[in-house]
């Protein structure tokens, strides 16, 4: 069954802080993993991950995969307030499907 | 279910033809949004029902897109005279409380043709 999972599903951390989110996942015929940020309707799109081992960064956030393990991280340095969001994690697979991720919700105490 | 599920997983019509996509939210969970996916872009959002309230419509593209929900659980997003730029991967999720803890079908991928 092709699955994908995020861990933890909710996190509270304070301002500064920097945190980790988990993606793992099992399909067939992997194509992409997507992070999403969603804070109101619709998720805004952060970061498409193909390869292994290539980071991609933008500003504190940045996010890698492991084709080998099956999985992604999403790393966010010196947390400020405005990153309390549900993160979401989707990988595109076999005939352009999409599975997600149910999410994690990061909560940042001022 | 267990999970949101979504009718037809693929649909193509051709231009001019009205659809009807499905949705079945997981029971009990009062939120139902609607959102697309187009071929590299993010996602869209469409459509969103919370309970009883008044559906926020403010993300559908246009006045040939409509959606309902009846009794609270499954919907239906209908497209009218669809168009080539309608086509794209049309996703349905639920919620138990809208805040948390989303659940996506796997989308119904529509081409228009």
């Known amino acids: 069954e092709d699955k994908v999972v995020q861990s933890p599903l909710s996190l509270v951390v304070h301002e500064g802080d920097t945190v980790t989110l988990n993606c793992s996942y099992e399909v067939t015929n992997f194509r992409s993993l997507l992070w999403y940020k969603q804070e109101k309707k619709a998720p805004t799109f952060l970061f498409m991950l193909?390869?292994?081992?290539i980071e991609k960064k933008s500003g504190r956030l940045s996010s890698i995969l492991d084709k080998k393990e099956l999985f992604s991280i999403l790393n966010i340095t010196a947390t400020q307030t405005g990153d309390s969001a549900i993160y979401l994690c989707?990988?595109?697979?076999?005939?352009?499907?999409?599975?997600f991720g149910k999410g994690t919700r990061l909560h940042i105490l001022p | 279910g267990a999970g949101v599920s979504q009718s037809p997983s693929n649909k193509v019509t051709e231009k001019g033809k009205d659809v009807e996509l499905r949705c079945d939210p997981i029971?009990?969970?009062?939120?139902l949004y609607w959102y697309r996916q187009s071929l590299g872009q993010g996602l869209e959002f469409l459509i969103y029902?919370?309970?009883?309230?008044?559906?926020?419509k403010s993300g559908l593209p246009s006045d040939r897109f409509s959606a309902e929900r009846t009794g609270g659980s499954v919907s239906t997003l209908t497209i009218q005279r669809t168009q080539q730029e309608d086509s794209a991967v049309y996703l349905c999720a639920s919620s138990l409380t809208g805040e948390f803890g989303y659940t996506f079908g796997s989308g119904t991928r529509l081409t228009v043709v």
């Open positions: 193909t390869s292994s081992g």
């Open positions: 989707a990988v595109g697979y076999r005939d352009d499907k999409i599975i």
């Open positions: 029971s009990g969970h009062t939120a």
């Open positions: 029902f919370q309970g009883n309230s008044a559906p926020d």
